[in-house]
């Protein structure tokens, strides 16, 4: 992040997966005297109760905040949501989820394995750069596009 003249400053804030926790972080994100240039989302859902938060609040996406999803499912795709989210292979996470049970059932230790599977992040209008900390304010994206994980 210093990289790209970021703060280098990562804060995690716990959520239980549910719209409604996602909103209850969103709305303390929205109390903070600090607030991020980014909130990353561990599911699409959680990410569009957050963007609304952030829309009946007054906070602009991406203007002021970016908000990224995860799953890239039909809710991200939503002109409404325009949601930027990263897409995993589920197929690739299934077939590797059967070999570990298999190998598990048939006493292989191999079973036991980190398995790496490939993501893509699709970026839409719910990013844009990082705001400069003098105006608070960024450009959004005028197009979708799917740019590849290296």
Not at 38 to 49: G, K, R, T, Y
């Amino acid at each position: 992040m210093s990289m790209f003249g970021l703060a280098e400053r990562t804060e995690v804030l716990a959520s239980d997966f549910s719209e409604e926790d996602a909103a209850n972080v969103a709305r303390k994100i929205v109390l903070s005297s600090e607030r991020p240039t980014a909130v990353i989302c561990c599911a699409d859902q959680c990410a569009v109760a957050v963007m609304e938060v952030f829309a009946q609040s007054g906070i602009r996406v991406p203007e002021e905040i970016s908000v990224i999803g995860f799953d890239d499912s039909y809710l991200a795709s939503l002109s409404y949501h325009s949601l930027t989210s990263v897409r995993q292979d589920v197929e690739a996470i299934v077939e590797a989820t059967l070999e570990a049970v298999v190998g598990r059932i048939e006493g292989n230790e191999e079973s036991h394995r980190v398995v790496s599977t490939p993501a893509s992040l699709t970026v839409r209008n719910s990013t844009g750069p990082p705001r400069p900390p003098s105006t608070g304010s960024a450009t959004a994206p005028t197009k979708e596009r799917d740019v590849q994980k290296s």
